[in-house]
């Protein structure tokens, strides 16, 4: 712990201090105060010697016993990242006092007071600048800079850090309520069982320490590396921000770049990327607490393909156990378990079961003896197995800190795989027990670093999820879906996490988005809300809405809490369960899109508006604006404007790319200018959802849809006009299962086009190698301008296109299909609410596989 000194130094006002010396060692400057040491260390993610972030770690001189051990950034990742080669640090005295040292680093200085200690990052602008030094730094400007610089440890034992605030917004820190921008707010990371949460509750069932604060000249990330307890002040009863670790040193990554996609990239390149998931469990998932009995599940199964409604993956809660002990089948109400999972599996029904992380105490208990003689239990400190009570009455707890207790949990995980089971969903794993909090002394293994639930807490979550998924996919041998409640950062290398007990309200359908956006703006990006809202009933109309902008997220599951009403998409009445099906339908038809998406790791795959606010001053305007703080955009180029239920019109806002300049409405292919904000009609049947100018969405359309297998002979790539030059579109494919190694067949489309004067080019970059499934690739351009359509293809490429009745047929292949494709909503649901639509002409061709390059002129 910090000296008694540092504690006085707090009340004696006198906790300014002076630099002893400060040296450089290769990209590290370390500063030595009487109290404390400080280690800045320039990091580069890649070898193109720029500097990415800058670790600050801060010990206390008097104790040299501080270790530092994280579940995220490990030390062998950190110590590949040191190897990253990096311009000299060039050192100068100047600044605003005569004993300031400023230190260059790439594009930015380190400012150092030492009389008293005091520190600022500055960014360089080297647009206006000179090679000469002073030049640089007058041509700087502050990014981060202390407040009161001290790191102190006052009487709860946090060790804090606080900076001057110059920002209008902070966003990030992962699963939190209340709004996207958090100033003025303050914030805990203490991962937390809260059934039916408030709407602004904090802290919920995941820890991610990272935000990005800035305005609309410079932007930063802090990633603060402890899973410790730790708290977030942006501006709350006081005039500065801070963070604050109960930890005896801190260490946190300032983060550079200059938009927040930049940072976000990079806090992503930093903890890790979600991997590809296994295609069938990004389709619908059913769930309940509980389905009951295996006459239950293939009931429901069954209903689903009656009711012509698609889904993947049907969850087993608590119930499916012998009296809720993990690593059991009840025998009475399940008594065939493995044949009940292969003939759902036939029809493309994966089961999911729930792991609770409590093992009953209990004699003769295989799993229970089992983790007792290896001493695999969290532990009070005088050796006793720590007991709490839970779903299957007084448990004990394994060590997922752990790597024996990770081992045994992982090899355990046999049960489930030995039944055919590919999807575990990890609950309870803050860890959640009935009562009050697990008690501050329990004792974690931590890697050999034993210490106590202050600092443990946060990290259990995430270390059970990572032996689930390790041991799973090890027995299998292929992708496995796992899903997690408590979590901390990194945790989407292990799980897909969904946000909890929320409510069947407006209100938490509204959070949830935002949310979900904000959970993958930290690097999460395989998240989800129980569809329908959890605890009580939903109505109707709630109930629909939520299932259709829940298609546009990537985990996509209805969860019902206990003694509910029935909850599955066709309890809604005939109307409702019209339109769940047509967007639970839209969503496999686009799940090349979704895939794709799912499939890169640049960029958060749900973005909030916040993510657009630097691309321009109206966009700046809007972001941040409590009416569109729900909105999101799926991968590149979908739009989604949450609605509330009841809603019959809503004001959307649609960002200004830098690529195009507006949007179309999915359904009618009316445009929209972006830089606006728009009044949409936004019935039941009609979700606002927009696509820019420019993209390209690939859409499968299987003649029957029943799950992520159902075949289709077509592959359409709606390509969206752009009068202003660009598109891109990506398709990745691969079998959706094999472990995404180098060597597995996979393929990638990637198309790009450009519109120059009259003439519009597509390139078509295909991988070699891999057969896509498809007969018929389409193309389908939407939003050319009417009467100027025509096709003149002078160009000696290998394909030429005529115009025939309105449509670009493809003169070396002919077009089969007389319908249309788009995306407009079956004609009897339009009726419903007598929503127009705005005839466009489609134009369609045709070729059996694209070639590198197509071309057609707009007269
Ligand atoms: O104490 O397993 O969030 O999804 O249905 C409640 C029963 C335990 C909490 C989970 C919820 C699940 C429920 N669980």
Redo the contacts with the bound molecule.
Sequence with gaps: MFSAMIINGLFNQTIAQNVKSQIINGNQIEVTTPEFQLIIQAISLNQNAQVDMLEFTYLPSKNKTSWHHSYTVSSDQRAELLKNKLPAIQVKKGGNTPTTELYFLDKYIIELETNPFHLAVREIDFKNSTKDLNNQYANSSVILRDNISLPWVNEDHKISKNFEIQEDYFIGLGEKTGPVNKKGNAYTMWNS?V?AYGLDQDPLYVSIPFYIGGNNAFNYGVYVDHSSKSYFNFGAACDYSSISVEDDHLRYYVILGHSISDISSKYRALTGYTPLPPKWSLGFHQ????YKTQDEVLTLAAEFKKKNMPIDAIHL??HYMDACKVFTFNQNAFPNPKLMIESLKKNGVNIIT?L?PGIKVEKGYPAYENALKQDLYLKYPNGKNYEAG??PGLCNFPDFTNPKARNWWSNSVKFYTDLGISGLWN??NEP?AWGKEVPSYIRFNREGHLSNLTQNRNIYGMQMARATREGAEKLLNKRVFTLT?AGFAGIQKYAAV?T??NVATDDHMMLSFKMLANMSLCGVDFVGA?VGG?MNPATPELFTRWMSIAAFTPFYRA?K??DMPTSEPWCYGDINTEINRYYMQLRYRLMPYIYSAMQQNESPVLKSMAYYSNLSPFNYSQAFSDKFESQFVLGNGLLIAPVRSTAKSTEVFLPTLPSSNHWYSIYSDQKLSSNKTHFVNAGMVQLPIYVHAGAILPEIVPQKIENTQSKSDTINFHIYYNNVGLYEGYLYEDDGISLNHKDIPKGQIRIFGNAKDQDITFKIEKSNGFEFPYKTIQFVVHGLPESKASNIDDSPKPHIFEVKNEVFVANSAKVTETNIPHFAIKQDLYKIERVTKTEQPIYKFCVSMPSETFHFKIK
């Design positions: 069982d059934p769930s309940r607490w509980s809660d608590i729930i609770d839970v779903w609950d309870m959640a409640r969904w909890g007990d129980d959890f969860h809490m206990i």
